[in-house]
């Protein structure tokens, strides 16, 4: 059965995108079989993977609306053991209309049942925000991944955070857990970058990732390309970091 990880934030401009996209490549790139669901309405996630936002038939809104299945809506996309449930700018309504649903906090966790066995993986790009799609997410998810950039920013979001686990182990999914914390656009080199570091380590002692992701211009330019990293540049600093990253949820997650 493959493991549910979302990948969320709920301040904008981490690097989430970014993480979902090369991680997903980079794990697909080690032989494990991903499937990454877009359900962010700006799409990102399906352009940095090369694929149209408009020339789907199928994508996570009809997925979330239960007008597809997960197997329908899947694309494969060029790059290895990689396939992609799209997005499109359908999605910015679809938590209205899923607001009158029965059941609607688990419409997402049921539609991915049928996919599970398929994949060793299945990666959620979250919205940059708490409404009903990404409590769907988080219901459906086994574990989160949270990109977190060392600003001050980013430590008044910790205590939110943690706040909203508890608020989806309590209501929704008692099983829940914080895969990991991942330092994105890392500059070592700054007091603050290290002064954040020291603090998110205090607030979360034994789940930040090894892995930090530096940053790199590379990383930047290859969305442009539709590529992942480690095609785009697989000698840069930014695939390597998360080649390192994609070994550390591996070995996490051996069974």
């Known amino acids: 059965m493959g493991k549910i990880i979302a990948v969320t934030n709920q301040k904008g401009g981490v690097g989430k995108t970014t993480t979902a996209v090369n991680l997903a490549s980079a794990l697909g790139a080690m032989n494990k079989?991903?499937?990454?669901?877009?359900i962010d309405p700006q799409g990102n996630a399906t352009s940095g993977l090369g694929i149209s936002k408009q020339e789907n038939a199928n994508s996570s809104y009809e997925l979330m609306l239960?007008?597809?299945?997960?197997?329908?809506?899947?694309?494969?996309t060029e790059f290895k053991n990689v396939s992609l449930v799209p997005s499109d700018i359908k999605m910015a309504g679809a938590d209205l209309e899923i607001s009158q649903m029965e059941n609607r906090e688990a419409i997402l966790k049921k539609g991915l049942a049928a996919v599970r066995d398929t994949y060793d993986f299945i990666l959620i790009d979250c919205p940059p925000s708490l409404n009903l799609i990404t409590i769907n997410a988080l219901?459906?998810?086994?574990?989160?991944?949270?990109?977190?950039?060392?600003e001050y920013y980013a430590l008044e979001g910790l205590a939110q955070l943690?706040?909203?686990?508890?608020r989806i182990k309590r209501s929704y999914n008692s099983h829940l857990e914080i895969e990991g914390v991942l330092f994105t656009m890392y500059?070592?080199?700054?007091?603050l970058t290290q002064e954040v570091a020291e603090q998110v380590k205090k607030f979360f002692p034994?789940?930040?990732?090894?892995?930090?992701?530096?940053?790199?211009?590379?990383l930047s330019e290859a969305p442009s390309f539709?590529?992942?990293?480690?095609y785009f540049d697989k000698k840069s600093k930014g695939a390597e970091a998360y080649d390192k990253l994609a070994k550390e949820i591996i070995k996490k997650n051996k069974r």
């Open 33 to 38: 079989k991903i499937l990454l669901v877009d």
């Open 66 to 76: 239960g007008q597809s299945s997960a197997q329908d809506a899947a694309v494969k």
């Open 139 to 150: 219901n459906a998810a086994d574990s989160i991944l949270v990109p977190i950039q060392c």
């Open 162 to 166: 943690t706040n909203t686990v508890s």
């Open 187 to 191: 500059d070592g080199r700054l007091n």
């Open 206 to 218: 034994k789940q930040v990732f090894k892995t930090a992701i530096p940053r790199n211009v590379r």
């Open 226 to 230: 539709g590529q992942p990293i480690n």
